[in-house]
């Protein structure tokens, strides 16, 4: 076994699937990639009791965990537990002020609580009332990586992404944005590196860019 192996770590976004990442292929020479996927909660699991849980998902020392959008909120709580080579979220946010105004208000209001997860079993109608209309056009997409759906998880994921309450910036964090992203708009992100023309969902349409450049920015 090379000893100079770097392994990474990838944690998929709320509800969301590890195939979302089955595009992403780095030199095997160089790079071991793992999938993490999510587990459901305990009943009153704070994030950071979760974190520590997943943390121990980690088996190698001084690994690389990449997470995207609320599994890169997840990430850098799990760091806390980990000494790790590099940290790098994608589609995220880094602290509770680069939260859109939408979901600050959600969470001033408790909005978030109205939202229909007891729908989640039944896509077609969740992507209608949760997603939106542009979003019911690409339920096929969804359905294939959007696996997780059980009601304990979606509303204690719901409530930590929207109660999240990072303060500041963990040191030499990796924010990979994309300028294109409705759920976390650019305008309310700092210090990131951007792909041109990402979504919130670029790790699976720009993965030609990640595959490129994740290498050099892990090494680096």
Not at 91 to 105: G, R
Not at 108 to 128: C, Q, S
């Amino acid at each position: 076994m090379n000893q100079d192996l770097v392994h990474l770590y990838l944690m998929p976004g709320m509800a969301a699937n590890p195939s979302i990442f089955e595009y992403i292929k780095l030199p095997k020479e160089q790079f071991k990639v793992h999938w993490l996927e999510w587990v459901i909660p305990n009943p009153k699991e704070s994030l950071l009791e979760y974190a520590k849980r997943m943390a121990q998902k980690i088996e190698h020392e001084n690994a690389v965990l990449l997470g995207v959008s609320f599994g890169g909120v997840l990430v850098q709580e799990m760091s806390k537990f980990l000494n790790l080579k590099k940290l790098i979220i994608v589609s995220s946010i880094k602290t509770k002020h680069e939260l859109p105004k939408k979901m600050k208000l959600a969470k001033a209001t408790k909005a978030y609580k109205l939202l229909p997860t007891r729908f989640a079993g039944n896509f077609d109608e969740f992507a209608k009332y949760a997603l939106g209309e542009t979003i019911k056009k690409r339920v096929k997409l969804y359905k294939k990586y959007l696996s997780v759906s059980d009601k304990r998880y979606l509303d204690w994921a719901i409530h930590n992404m929207v109660c999240w309450d990072q303060e500041t910036i963990i040191p030499n964090i990796i924010h990979i944005h994309g300028d294109k992203d409705p759920v976390f708009p650019i305008k309310n992100i700092s210090n990131f590196v951007t792909v041109k023309g990402g979504t919130h969902v670029m790790i699976i349409n720009k993965y030609k860019w990640f595959n490129e450049h994740l290498p050099k920015l892990i090494l680096s």
